[in-house]
């Protein structure tokens, strides 16, 4: 059974930082693409960044780039999202989300997700 859990949400100030966690289990983790999403209250759900199966290539939305940053640690079996200068639009539910083919930035590129982790920002 494939899991995604995702941790390390809370509520933060404008301008700090949260570090999200996401560990995968009953998967090859290596072989998956790992993105992470997020869903604000009425809206859909969006693309916040993407990291290939080794780490070599990584991708943002343009809204937080300069500001997140997703790592992995494949002995780990572990995807990260450090969100640092936090603004009250980046307020969501985040998402990890693991896909087998090159991971583009929409949802339907994924096949697995987790439970989401609450963000929020106070202004």
């Known amino acids: 059974q494939v899991r995604l859990v995702e941790s390390g949400g809370g509520l933060v100030q404008a301008g700090g930082s949260l570090s999200l966690s996401c560990v995968v289990s009953?998967?090859?983790?290596?072989?998956?693409?790992m993105g992470w999403f997020r869903q604000a209250p009425g809206e859909k759900r969006e693309f916040v960044a993407v990291?290939?199966?080794?780490?070599?290539?990584?991708n943002y939305t343009d809204s937080v780039k300069g500001r997140f940053t997703i790592s992995r640690d494949n002995a780990k079996n572990t995807v990260s999202l450090q969100m640092n200068s936090l603004k009250p639009e980046d307020t969501a539910v985040y998402y990890c989300?693991?896909?087998?083919?090159?991971?583009?930035?929409?949802?339907?590129?994924?096949?697995?997700w987790g439970q989401g982790t609450q963000v929020t920002v106070s202004s």
């Open positions: 989300a693991a896909t087998p083919t090159p991971g583009l930035p929409v949802t339907e590129s994924y096949y697995y």
């Open positions: 990291i290939t199966r080794f780490g070599s290539i990584t």
């Open positions: 009953g998967l090859t983790f290596n072989m998956y693409t």
